[in-house]
């Protein structure tokens, strides 16, 4: 927070959404589970696999707490 204010702000307040990310994280997922098959046909099983393992990543990441999501409101001085 203290960074953001160094930037000029003030009135910081901050949001950890990282709970909201793995939900959506998780739906997201199971979405691109159910087009599996139409997304290989239009694109590639290597840009699913990509795309999918990028997202499983985040989400090991996010439950350790190595990765954390905010959400940041400030006015400009």
Known sequence: MQFIQEAGFCN???EDR???FIQVMQTELQRAEAIKEEFIQEFSEEDFFAIVNGWREKLER???GDQ???LF???RN
């Open 18 to 20: 990282t709970a909201q």
């Open 73 to 75: 409101h400030a006015t």
């Open 62 to 64: 996010s439950r350790s």
């Open 12 to 14: 910081v307040r901050v």
């Open 68 to 70: 954390r999501w905010g």
